[in-house]
C-alpha cells in the first residue's frame, strides 16, 4: 500500500516537541510570566521564547501583559482550541478516533471530601464572584467555593450581575465583596488568582493550598458607561466559564474504570 502523502495536523507537529509539550503542560496548569516557565523547565529564556512564539503562532498559547507590570507579559494555555485541535488530530487518522471535546462532567455522587475553592481579585466585584458563582453553578455539592479581594469594593459590578443573569440564569443576590483577610485561618485545596495585582499580595494559605493564577483584565476598565462596559464583562464570564469547565475534571477527578 503506497503511503499517504498527508501531513501530520498542525497540532501534532507542534505538541509533538518534548519542549513544547512541557509548556502545554505547565501552561495547563497556570499562567506564568518567561521567567517563571525558565525556572520551573530549566531552560534558556530565549530557548522557551522560540516555542512559545511557535505555539503562539499556532493559536495554542496567548499572551496579555501584566496589569502589575506592564513589562511582563503572562502566557496561557486556549484549552477550547487545543480539545478541538486534539479532536481533529484523532479525525485524521480515522473517523473512529474523533474525540469530543468536552470536558466530562462531575461524578454524580458526593465525595467525602469536597475541595474548597478560593478566587481572589482586586475588588472581589466582578471576575472572583464571576468565577465563584460559575464554579457552584457547575460543581452543585461537589465543591466548596467562596472569593476575596485585596480592597474589596462596597458590592458586585452591576455588569457582573448582569452577566451572570443574562448569560447562565445565575441570581448572584447572595454574594458580597470579602476581604481576603477574613480568609485568614482557613484552609483552601486550591486557591486561584484571576487578577495580575492580587497575586502578588495574595496570603499564604498553607502548604497544602496549589495556587493557580488566571491572568484576566479587569473588565471595569473597558467603559465607564454601563452600556459600553457590559460587553467586557460578557466577555470575561465567557472566558471564566471554559476555564471552569475545563478545571472541574481536575476538582473532582472521576474514578477510575475498573
Not at 49 to 60: A, I, N, T, V
Not at 146 to 159: D, E, K, M, Q, V
Not at 213 to 223: I, K, R, Y
Not at 242 to 251: F, G, K, N, S
Request: aromatic fraction near 6%.
Amino acid at each position: 500500500m503506497a503511503p499517504s502523502a498527508q501531513a501530520a495536523p498542525a497540532f501534532l507537529r507542534l505538541a509533538a516537541h518534548p519542549l513544547r509539550w512541557r509548556l502545554l503542560s505547565e501552561l495547563a496548569a497556570s499562567d506564568y510570566r518567561v521567567r517563571e516557565l525558565v525556572e520551573l523547565i530549566g531552560q534558556p529564556q530565549n530557548l522557551l521564547s522560540y516555542h512559545l512564539r511557535l505555539l503562539r503562532g499556532g493559536g495554542l498559547v496567548a499572551a496579555r501583559r501584566s496589569a502589575f507590570d506592564a513589562r511582563d507579559s503572562y502566557y496561557h494555555l486556549d484549552l477550547e482550541r487545543c480539545a478541538h485541535a486534539l479532536a481533529a488530530t484523532g479525525a485524521a487518522l480515522h473517523p473512529a478516533l474523533r474525540l469530543g471535546p468536552a470536558p466530562p462532567s462531575p461524578p454524580a455522587s458526593v465525595s467525602a471530601h469536597r475541595p474548597a475553592v478560593l478566587f481572589a481579585c482586586t475588588g472581589n466585584s466582578a471576575r472572583s464572584p464571576i468565577a465563584e458563582a460559575l464554579l457552584r453553578h457547575r460543581a452543585g455539592n461537589h465543591v466548596e467555593v467562596t472569593s476575596a479581594g485585596s480592597h474589596p469594593r462596597p458590592r458586585l459590578h452591576p455588569n457582573a450581575v448582569r452577566a451572570l443573569r443574562e448569560g447562565y440564569g445565575i441570581d448572584p443576590k447572595d454574594q458580597r465583596p470579602r476581604h481576603l483577610e477574613a480568609m485568614t485561618g482557613r484552609r483552601f485545596d486550591y486557591v486561584i488568582s484571576l487578577c495580575d495585582k492580587v497575586r502578588e499580595v495574595c496570603p499564604d494559605f498553607g502548604g497544602h493550598s496549589r495556587r493557580i493564577h488566571w491572568s484576566m483584565p479587569d473588565p471595569a476598565t473597558a467603559g465607564a458607561a454601563e452600556q459600553a462596559g457590559y460587553p467586557a464583562f460578557a466577555r470575561t464570564a465567557a472566558e471564566i466559564d471554559t476555564r471552569i469547565r475545563y478545571l472541574l475534571p481536575v476538582l473532582t477527578p472521576s474514578e477510575a474504570p475498573p
